[in-house]
């Protein structure tokens, strides 16, 4: 067994950019999740230009396992995952999700349990639903596909997870040293073992997603080139 059973230590690591509304029912619904687990909840306020970085420091006056780190200067998502990965190092496992509920936080028990079975060092949710247009699910699919070719990810690998000890040092070390892009990536290039389980992604609730097209296509780009590099 791993250290991801119900008696370890889970820290959840979250990056924030517009998402004032939905931080509140994220923090509860977590909650609800998490029952009897002994839970962390970072919140990465990526230079967010709402009031995210308030209701944060909200939630965090009111339950002591919420902790907030406030960038000053946008660093994109994959950075500041990295930045809250490297924040929470009294972890025994750790779950990247995104703020926007459109990954259910009721799934992050399903990522804990697959990991805790041992034989795999990092558990993605294998996207499924309808929860984007149809190009924008099929250039995401193509854009996963080509990143499993490149580093055995899962095909449905995207940035819910959760990882090991392991893959957390490595992603750090990835992102913050080497410059990778992708903490998705990153994992594929840790040579760890990695699986995925199929989760239902949700409608985005409220607001739009900040990724454009454009700067999805550049963020693809930029991913795919650093994983291909790193093969060499």
């Known amino acids: 067994m791993s250290d991801a059973g119900t008696g370890s230590r889970v820290a959840v690591v979250v990056p924030v950019y517009g998402n004032e509304a939905t931080l509140p029912e994220l923090a509860d619904r977590l909650a609800a999740a998490l029952p009897g687990r002994d839970w962390r909840l970072r919140l990465v306020i990526d230079a967010s230009p709402d009031d995210s970085a308030r209701v944060a420091r909200e939630l965090a006056a009111r339950d002591g396992r919420i902790a907030v780190t406030g960038l000053t200067v946008n660093v994109g998502q994959h950075a500041a995952l990295a930045r809250g990965l490297a924040e ?23 990522l804990l349990d697959r990991l805790a079975a041992g034989d795999v060092a990092a558990v993605f949710a294998g996207r499924r639903g309808r929860y984007e247009s149809p190009l924008r699910r099929a250039t995401g699919t193509l854009h996963r596909r080509v990143a499993a070719a490149l580093t055995g990810l899962p095909p449905d690998a995207g940035a819910f997870l959760a990882m090991g000890p392991a893959v957390r040092a490595a992603v750090v070390a990835a992102v913050e040293q080497r410059g990778a892009p992708s903490v998705v990536l990153a994992v594929g290039r840790s040579g760890r073992t990695t699986t995925s389980v199929p989760v239902v992604r949700d409608q985005r609730p409220v607001g739009r997603s900040a990724w454009t097209p454009g700067a999805r296509l550049r963020q693809s780009a930029r991913s795919l080139s650093w994983a291909l590099r790193a093969r060499r």
Do not use: M, N, Y
């Open 88 to 110: 929470e190092p009294d972890a025994d496992v750790w779950v990247c999700l995104d703020a926007d509920l459109q990954d259910p936080p009721e799934a992050v028990p399903l």
